[in-house]
C-alpha cells in the first residue's frame, strides 16, 4: 500500500506540475511575456484550486446532491458496513439525476472522499450488487487513486478550455508578434492537439485502475459476482440510456464509461476503461481470489 501510495503521489505532483506549465505556456503564447506572468499566476492558482477542490469541481460537474441516511438508510448502511470492514472513514454520499445506471468516487484522500451514485442504478441494480459497486468505488478510495482521477479530470477540462481561449485569442488578435499565416497553424494544431494529449494522458493512468479496484472490492466483500452482475447491467444499460451532460474529461471517474451510448468518435479507440466483458470474466474466474 506505501509504494502504491508513493506512486500516486509523483503522479500527482507530475500532473499539477503539468497543469502549471501549460498556463505559462499558452499565456504565453497568446501574450508573451506578459502572458506568460499572467499565465504563471492563473496556473499557481488553478493548480491549487485542483488539489483541494477537485472533489468539489467532479460533483458539481455531475450535478450531484448529497443524501442524509434519513433519505436513503440502505444506501448507509451498506456503505457503513463496508467502510467498517475496510477500516475507513465513511465517505460522503451523493446522487446524480442521471438515468443512466452508474457511479464515482472523488476525493482527495480518505478523509476527504465522497462516492456518487445514477437515479439510474438505484432502479436497475439489488442492494446486494449495489454492495459490490460500491464495494469498488470505496476500493478506489482505499487505493488512493480518487485523487489521481479526480485531478485529472480537471487538467483534461483546464486543457481543452485553455486550448479553446487560446486559439480563438489568437486567431481574432494575433499572438506574439509573429508571422500571421504561422500563428494561424499553430493555433489550430494547439485546438486541436491539446485536448487529444488530455485524453491520453488519463488513459495512461485510467485502465489499470478499473482492474485494481475490480479486484480489490470482490476481496472487501469475500465475493466477486454481485459486481459482476452488476457490471453487466450497467454496460447494457449505458448503451441503451445516454448520458447527455457527461463531459468526456469526467468519463475515466465512472464505473463503467458514460459514453457508451453515445455517438461519440473514436469511442472505443479511445476507451477510458478496459472491456467490461473482461471485468465480468476475471471477476467469475476469481482472480481477485489469487
Excluded at 506540475?17 to 501549460?22: E, S, V
Excluded at 442521471?98 to 442504478?121: C, E, L, M, S, Y
Aim: hydrophobic residues 50%; charged residues 20%; proline residues 5%.
Amino acid at each position: 500500500m506505501m509504494v502504491a501510495m508513493d506512486r500516486n503521489t509523483i503522479k500527482t505532483t507530475f500532473l499539477l506540475t503539468l497543469l502549471a506549465a501549460l498556463f505559462v505556456g499558452i499565456g504565453a503564447l497568446i501574450g508573451g511575456k506578459e502572458g506568460l506572468i499572467i499565465g504563471l499566476a492563473f496556473g499557481l492558482l488553478f493548480t491549487g484550486g485542483s488539489y483541494w477542490f477537485s472533489d468539489s469541481i467532479a460533483i458539481r460537474a455531475a450535478r450531484a446532491v448529497p443524501v442524509s441516511e434519513a433519505q436513503m438508510p440502505d444506501y448507509y448502511a451498506v456503505m457503513r458496513d463496508l467502510t467498517t470492514r475496510a477500516g475507513m472513514p465513511m465517505p460522503k454520499l451523493y446522487v446524480t439525476p442521471d438515468a443512466q445506471p452508474n457511479a464515482f468516487a472523488t476525493g482527495r484522500n480518505p478523509k476527504h472522499a465522497a462516492v456518487a451514485v445514477t437515479q439510474g442504478i438505484l432502479q436497475i441494480c439489488t442492494w446486494d450488487e449495489m454492495r459490490g459497486v460500491l464495494a469498488h468505488e470505496l476500493s478506489h478510495v482505499g487505493n488512493r487513486d480518487i485523487l489521481i482521477s479526480s485531478v485529472a479530470a480537471t487538467i483534461a477540462m483546464a486543457i481543452t478550455l485553455l486550448a479553446r481561449m487560446a486559439a480563438w485569442s489568437g486567431l481574432l488578435f494575433g499572438g506574439g508578434g509573429r508571422d500571421e499565416g504561422e500563428n494561424i497553424f499553430e493555433l489550430l494544431a494547439l485546438l486541436i492537439l491539446a485536448p487529444l494529449a488530455a485524453t491520453m494522458l488519463q488513459l495512461a493512468l485510467s485502465r489499470s485502475r478499473e482492474f485494481e479496484a475490480d479486484r480489490s472490492g470482490a476481496r472487501l466483500i469475500g465475493d466477486g459476482e454481485p459486481l459482476a452482475r452488476a457490471l453487466a447491467k450497467l454496460e447494457a444499460g449505458a448503451r441503451q440510456i445516454p448520458m447527455p451532460n457527461a463531459r468526456r474529461e469526467m468519463a475515466p471517474m465512472y464505473i463503467v464509461s458514460p459514453l457508451t451510448g453515445m455517438n461519440v468518435a473514436f469511442k472505443n479507440l479511445f476507451s477510458d476503461h478496459p472491456p467490461t466483458e473482461q471485468r465480468i470474466a476475471r471477476l467469475r474466474a476469481r482472480e481477485w481470489a489469487r
